[in-house]
């Protein structure tokens, strides 16, 4: 079961997911190639999630962070 995060936290979250992706094909894709102004856009998206990731009260920054270290059985 996925617990109910507010929506900065699964914000975050998704764009964790996506970035950690982006950053493996980087660097194990010799033929993946990005341009100046791509990484620029990623890093200002990553900023925007991590401000929003900021503004999410200390409770459910807490909640997701245990969520994120427990194990989870189908």
Request: net charge positive; aromatic share 10%; hydrophobic share 40%.
């Amino acid at each position: 079961m996925i617990p109910q995060f507010p929506a900065e936290i699964l914000d975050f979250a998704n764009q964790f997911a996506a970035f950690q992706e982006k950053r493996h094909k980087a660097d194990y894709d010799p033929s993946h190639k990005l341009t100046r102004q791509v990484v620029i856009t990623e890093i200002d998206s990553a900023d925007t999630a991590i401000k929003k990731l900021e503004k999410a009260q200390i409770k459910h920054k807490r909640a997701f962070a245990v969520w994120t270290v427990m194990k989870h059985r189908e």
